[in-house]
Nanobody, 120 residues
């Protein structure tokens, strides 16, 4: 099993910044992708950004140029630096981990989420 614990959410004014962190523990395989998804009230959960253990990144168009995903493989931790926040970024942000390649197990591991609220 894999456990994911997010931190860093909160209330911020539009134009401000926040940094989310997600620490993974448990049976983590070396080839994996970690990432962030978000779910706003009344909407489906959507991809924000992902990063593989080798550093390949993928971003939603809506956050490109404003958000940066990074990770510390030694700490099994992924970060999301969010700048120039907009009201539409308000959502619960969930950390995700998938095992890849020879370790692919078909599982999506999720954290419990952290709330980000951007006020106008």
């Amino acid at each position: 099993q894999v456990q994911l614990v997010e931190s860093g959410g909160g209330l911020v004014q539009a134009g401000g910044s926040l940094r989310l962190s997600c620490a993974a523990s448990g049976s983590i395989k070396s080839i994996n992708a970690m990432g962030w998804y978000r779910q706003a009230p009344g909407k489906q959960r959507e991809l924000v950004a992902t990063i593989t253990n080798s550093g390949s990144t993928n971003y939603a168009d809506s956050v490109k140029g404003r958000f940066t995903i990074s990770r510390d493989n030694a700490k099994n931790t992924v970060y999301l630096q969010m700048n120039s926040l907009k009201a539409e970024d308000t959502a619960v942000y969930y950390c995700n981990l998938k095992h890849l390649g020879p370790f692919r197990d078909g599982m999506d591991y999720w954290g419990k989420g952290t709330l980000v609220t951007v006020s106008i």
